[in-house]
């Protein structure tokens, strides 16, 4: 059974930073795809980040510049770095894998 668990989210001041974390198992993590989502009320869920079993990553471009998506295999996990925080940025993140899991959501509210 596949699970993802995120963490790391909160709020935070514009122009802050913030680390989001999903840890996952189930099934062999480094053959996967990984991304983080997110969904701010009254919107439907956007993409934000993905990056490929080989480090390949790709962005929404309303998060280029600001965002860096990584992963460690090693420990199951899938990190969301944002910088440059804006208030447009609140939502719930979601962590997603292969585009078929999903986890719980971690709230980020950014504060102007």
């Known amino acids: 059974q596949v699970q993802l668990v995120e963490s790391g989210g909160g709020l935070v001041q514009a122009g802050g930073s913030l680390r989001l974390s999903c840890a996952t198992s189930g099934s062999i993590f480094s053959i996967n795809t990984m991304g983080w989502y997110r969904q701010a009320p009254g919107k439907q869920r956007e993409l934000v980040a993905t990056i490929t079993s080989s480090g390949s990553t790709n962005y929404a471009d309303s998060v280029k510049g600001r965002f860096t998506i990584s992963r460690d295999n090693a420990k199951n996990t899938v990190y969301l770095q944002m910088n440059s925080l804006k208030p447009e940025d609140t939502a719930v993140y979601y962590c997603?894998?292969?585009?078929?899991?999903w986890g719980q959501g971690t709230q980020v509210t950014v504060s102007s």
């Open positions: 997603n894998r292969n585009f078929v899991y």
